[in-house]
């Protein structure tokens, strides 16, 4: 069984910071590109940040230089580093795998709630 768990959400202020976590397990993390999603309120789920096989790292305009996605293989586990962080990053955010046009697993998300 494939398995994608999401940690790190919750409260926090504008201009703070959380660092997501997603372990991933039943799969060889490897030879996965990894992947953040979010789903803002009322809204469609967007990609935020990626990153390759190699290590090459793609991020949405909206969060370019203050996210930051990162990946450990030996914990099989990729990071989403969130700095600076505004109201309007406030979402469910989701863990994605996948093998191109072959495979896909999400996570189940988790809250992150930037709030005064």
């Known amino acids: 069984q494939v398995q994608l768990v999401e940690s790190g959400g919750g409260l926090v202020q504008p201009g703070g910071s959380l660092r997501l976590s997603c372990a991933a397990s039943?799969?060889?993390?490897?030879?996965?590109?990894m992947a953040w999603y979010r789903q803002l309120p009322g809204k469609q789920r967007e990609l935020v940040a990626a990153?390759?096989?190699?290590?090459?790292?793609n991020y949405a305009d909206s969060v370019k230089g203050r996210f930051a996605i990162s990946r450990d293989n030996a914990k099989n586990t990729v990071y989403l580093q969130m700095n600076s962080l505004k109201p309007e990053d406030t979402a469910v955010y989701y863990c994605?795998?996948?093998?191109?046009?072959?495979?896909?697993?999400w996570g189940q998300g988790t809250q992150v709630t930037v709030s005064p």
């Open positions: 994605h795998a996948s093998i191109y046009l072959l495979r896909e697993y």
């Open positions: 039943g799969l060889i993390f490897s030879g996965y590109a």
């Open positions: 990153i390759s096989t190699g290590y090459i790292t």
